[in-house]
């Protein structure tokens, strides 16, 4: 064997073992990938003319469901959790829709602008909250979803109110190709600039660990305090960017929280991020996300009663869950 082949040997092998070694880390999104793939094909099998223009669809309608999804999975990588991710979707809906009737698509920037800033303050307020009171998160942003949703109606007790055209069209429609909806690459463009340099900063790092134990990230040095306050923060950024989707789709605010809090609950669950903390990204939610539309698609599809449908995306989850949570004891136990 000559000297270059030697050389390659060991580098075939190293990139081997990092691509092993990479697929075992993100197991569980690759497992959500085979399950997307799978019901992509009973789809099709269901209804053979689902096609393009249904994928287009399908981006478009769950773009909202999405960035709650996200929002909700920040804040419990951190340790907490946020049941007004549905009120403040609704407020900043119904905001947006308000400011924007009527008016030029110059100011229209300028609302988004305030309405993702508006975001941010409210998720402050309920991380602030949180660690000035030491009220269990679950407590404080129930009592807040209450809050959130009545100055929504406030604003507006109606769907009414109207969208920027342009933005509208950001999101309606393929890009390039017919099979790439511009949903999606809204979704992740925008996932992708916020949450990747988030996910490796130094702040990124005291999110999971604060929320894999709030007394080792004390005793590390980590400021726990501020560091839920800017969790709570972000959840309420990726909520505005959710009612800003939801103002989009429709070209006209949506006054009611609707499910989209516990929706986006289901889809972290699904998603791998461990309702304990310190675990999860957002990639893997954003996967379920799709997923459990194509469940609730094919459901409608075959003609299955609605609350039944319901009921089958419940035992999926508990099913995955727990799944799951034989996995991780067999690792434990190895």
Not at 127 to 152: C, E, H, K, Q
Not at 242 to 271: E, K, N
């Amino acid at each position: 064997m000559s000297a270059a082949s030697k050389a390659v040997a060991p580098r075939g092998g190293e990139l081997a073992e990092t691509l092993f070694g990479l697929a075992r880390r993100n197991s569980w999104n690759l497992g959500l990938v085979g399950m997307l793939i799978a019901f992509l094909a009973i789809t099709k099998l269901i209804q053979p003319n689902y096609g393009a223009p249904a994928i287009q669809g399908l981006a478009i309608s769950i773009l909202p469901i999405a960035f709650a999804a996200v929002a909700q999975g920040i804040v419990v990588i951190s340790g907490g959790i946020d049941l007004s991710v549905g009120s403040m979707m609704a407020l900043a809906s119904v905001t947006s829709a308000v400011l924007m009737k009527g008016q030029g698509d110059a100011f229209g920037v300028v609302v988004v602008v305030g309405v993702l800033l508006l975001g941010l303050a409210v998720g402050a307020i309920n991380g602030g909250l949180i660690v000035v009171t030491r009220v269990p998160d679950i407590v404080v942003t129930l009592a807040m979803s209450f809050v959130w949703a009545g100055v929504a109606l406030l604003i507006l007790n109606t769907p009414g109110g109207g969208a920027a055209p342009w933005l509208m069209a950001i999101i309606s429609g393929p890009l390039g190709s017919e099979w790439l909806p511009k949903a999606l690459i809204v979704l992740a463009v925008i996932v992708t600039v916020v949450w990747l340099p988030l996910r490796r900063s130094t702040l990124g790092l005291s999110l999971y660990a604060v929320g894999s134990s709030r007394l080792a990230a004390f005793r590390s040095g980590v400021a726990v305090g501020r560091t839920k306050i800017i969790a709570y923060a972000l959840t309420g950024f990726f909520s505005a960017l959710g009612g800003l989707a939801l103002t989009a789709s429709g070209g006209v605010g949506a006054p009611v929280p609707g499910s989209y809090t516990l929706q986006s609950v289901a889809a972290i669950v699904l998603g791998g991020v461990s309702l304990a903390g310190g675990r999860g990204g957002v990639l893997g939610p954003i996967i379920a996300v799709v997923v459990l539309a194509l469940v609730r698609t094919d459901l409608t599809f075959i003609g299955v009663d609605p609350n039944w449908g319901t009921a089958i995306q419940g035992a999926i989850l508990i099913g995955v869950v727990m799944l799951g949570s034989i996995v991780a004891m067999r690792k434990v136990r190895a």
